[in-house]
């Protein structure tokens, strides 16, 4: 499609396409209270992430917010700097400007979650360069499943398996916004080809290696069974809608409970702490390391268990988890951070 149709088809808002104008409204609608004046767009060069280009793009038609598209390049394969190029030439040809943020550092462990971690901290880093408060990702309604998925699997509790939020603070000045995790990727595929006429799929996305990939090949079994992806996603909400009262409960239980001594030091109350059961144990515990370590993701939960369970025996003297040291002093719970992490 020529760039001139491709700005008429933006301009319109996707009207002359009955679901794609759907998907658009509902992408307006989730930022119509936006009131920053610029905003990042996280751009892979996959459907979601060129769809959600062409969507901010016919949103800046409307409105007078700026938004910057910053690609990461992990460097982990070794063709990934020529991927970056084609994103940004794609996105040239169409007079949308690419900035593209290479990664110098190995990922050689822990790969994707590694990657996950340096994609956030360069996007950060970029906000905080241009003052932008808001980063948009294209999560979508699959995403959101898989998610649910891989947690499922890790035993999550109510807490992991209500998954991603449509809006969440990744830290004191940026919040992460996720417009289209209630939009299935058929119509972000659709979008993506009439706008720019292409999409470049990662490789990485079809490697049996990674946990998500396994769980993404089940979508077909469960669909002839009968299982679809939007039955699933509606009791995700429902489970959201559930955290939401708890989180309302918690939010004033760790008033209580959980007490920061210095920079460097938080407190539990351990003997009101025994008492809990193991979901707010785990909320207690993944707190307490957010309010040192200023982390997003939380540790595994599997691996909170493991704690939670050593710190009932009465041998317990100190136990390490998501870069803080755990120590009892009498009736307190006591978190330090770990040196040199």
């Known amino acids: 499609m020529s760039k001139k149709n491709s700005n008429v088809i933006l301009s319109n808002g996707f009207r002359k396409f009955k679901d794609l104008s759907e998907v658009y409204l509902n992408f307006k609608d989730k930022l119509k209270n936006l009131k ?38 992990h460097n982990i394969r070794a063709s990934s700097s020529k991927e970056a190029k084609k994103v940004k030439s794609l996105l040239k040809k169409h007079k949308i400007n690419l900035h593209i943020i290479t990664n110098k550092k190995a990922i050689n462990r822990n790969v994707q979650g590694q990657a996950r971690k340096v994609r956030y901290d360069f996007l950060k880093q970029f906000c905080k360069k241009k003052n932008i408060k808001i980063i948009l990702t294209a999560h979508n309604l699959e995403d959101q499943v898989e998610t649910f998925f891989i947690r499922l699997s890790r035993g999550s509790g109510l807490t992991g398996l209500s998954a991603m939020k449509i ?30 006429g292409i999409y470049f799929n ?15 090949n089940l979508k077909i079994p469960l669909k002839k069974s009968g299982i679809r992806y939007e039955q699933i996603f509606k009791s995700i909400n429902n489970l959201a ?69 050593s710190l009932e025996d009465k041998k317990f003297k100190k136990a390490t988890l998501g870069g803080c040291i755990f120590l009892i002093k009498k009736d307190l719970l006591c978190l330090k951070k770990e040196e040199n992490r």
């Open 36 to 73: 920053n004046r610029s905003c990042l767009v996280a751009v892979s060069g996959g459907p979601d992430s060129l769809a959600l280009v062409a969507l901010s793009q016919a949103f800046s038609f409307e409105k007078k917010i700026k938004f910057f598209y910053v690609l990461i390049n």
């Open 167 to 196: 809006s969440s603070k990744i830290d004191k000045k940026v919040t992460l916004m996720r417009p289209l995790l209630d939009t299935q990727k058929k119509y972000l595929k659709k979008i993506s080809k009439i706008t720019f």
């Open 202 to 216: 990662d490789p990485s996305n079809k490697n049996n290696k990674y946990l998500r990939t396994k769980i993404r």
């Open 241 to 309: 809608s559930s955290k939401a009262t708890l989180d309302e409960y918690f939010d004033n239980l760790k008033k209580d409970l959980l007490k920061k001594k210095n920079m460097n030091e938080v407190r539990i109350d351990l003997s009101r702490f025994y008492d809990l059961n193991n979901e707010l144990k785990i909320r207690l515990i993944n707190e307490s390391i957010k309010k040192l370590k200023k982390n997003y993701y939380n540790p595994r939960s599997n691996k909170v268990l493991n704690l939670i369970k």
